[in-house]
């Protein structure tokens, strides 16, 4: 049995196979960003029975304008690495299913994943890869121009603003660590915090506050982030004296942090401070069984190899699991 | 200053700095595989001064014929995908040196690198990304075939063996794996092992003699490896009684082992039992401002895109300390 998918970025003559909620599979994998879709690949070819249920494919990735240390490709663009990612996955005929939220797991020897809309599928194994989101400023023109300007990771979109005028808005690590890394190739970087004072750690707001091109703006918010095609400028507000004002920029980095989508496992997992499922290096969870990989566990640094590189490993320890187990 | 390379792979009209041995860079990377370079493509984008020193570009993985397991790349050969990487380190105009085997290196804020050859490298801090070699049977036929049936990872190649008769050489863990990787594909698999037991785990020893397609051929020898074009017999000796056999067979799976070019590192980073460097989630070393990523690293799984992941963890992880510090 198989059928179309209906999401836009699909051919219509690409087919998966629905999963069965009749089947205990080998191997079940939640998530289709880079993380998933690697361990998706990694699976079917150690030949175990795999399935793949995915919210949204590509995950952040579809969300970066350009990419340039992703190896393999000098530049492409979200989209286009997704595609190939997905391609890749296609080719197994995996068991796929689409647009569903994780509603709840459970462990034993089968471990069960409950989906929002009811439908329950089993698996020996569970390979959790649900990523983050990045929380959003939630401002007029914010979701009309990403990437066309509005970006979220200077370690991807960075380089592109080279000699051109940016915000950063947020004053905590990642804010400052996103103007610092600005700071060497961008013209003028405006940092846009909320709070009047900076958040972060002594010893980033000390380097940030050594380059003359950052400037600060204290209790100040965005209101909206203004452009046709592009970005042009940004409309913020003081909330001490209600001053609005508007900064002219071709690049705003949003840095007001990433929320793991891990909600469904709290109390369940063993999550850190910040909500991200705590792995070993081997991808191994607190649930003998239950792997975790990418930007929804506790691994350092937020990158698309990276996160291929943990599915890689997660599906290599399930697959151990599973043999082991059979 | 730039210079032309004279490596084979390389076209004459591609320049690179040479390594400066009057300078302190800020991160300094040992070795050209995957996790190497992917390396030098994230400290280059951090713009922290970076020089590598590799001694075979590409490391194992220009020994892969065929890649279907890299995400982004349906297939590829691993000429082609080392091709692309160091395409993209190019870019940059890193300061590159090339052939040379690193004799030592010294810890201290400043950290030295010797080479055999005498120079002397000097970094803030040191990314280790030498790999592994694999172990090789040493034979007649062995170098002229590799990639043309000849292979060291199931993982990587065993899926272009499907339906064909093929030999897996070694009896520990890693031919135990591969034998039962390649028994569900392949039409036969013989084991050669050199004693008169296999020495893998119990578990793995009962799932390879659950299958009926399996050999073992105790006490014996590969003595040659035939085929002009291609692999198309192995020659055997039964190392008891002198008796000698040609095996016909498609693909040679030489599995007796991996050696991590951890040499230098002797008696200076801690090394686990296999000489593997030992590593945190982070890439850190147990000498801080030490770095190491990919195969020569304790990390489970060896993999391109694992390696990959783990180059760029380091490489984040290096940046981070080199900024501390500065």
Redesign the interface.
Known sequence: MEFNLSAGMFSSEEKFSPLDTAKTYDVLILGGG?AG??AA??CM???VSTGIIVKEIGGQVALTAGI???????H?NGVE?VD??R??VV?FGIDYDEGASIASIEAGEVKRVKLEDGRVFSARALIVATGKSWRKLEVPGEEELTGLGVAYCT?CD??FYTGKDVIVVGGGNSGLEAA??LA??ASSVTVVQFLDRLTGDR?LID?MKGFENVRVLYETEVTSINGSEEVESVSVRNRKNGAVDEIHAKGIFIEIGLVPNSGFAKGFLKLNEAGEIMV???CRTSVPGIFAAGDVTD???K?I??????G??AA??ACNYV??KS
């Open positions: 880079p879709l690697t690949v990694y070819r150690k030949g340039e240390n992703y190896m393999g490709y000098r492409i690495l190939k990612f391609e890749q080719q370690t960075g380089p610092i890394d060497r190739i010893i380097k070993d290096c081997a691994v350092p640094f990158q190899i990276i996160a291929g590189g943990e890689a490993k290599l320890s043999l082991q």
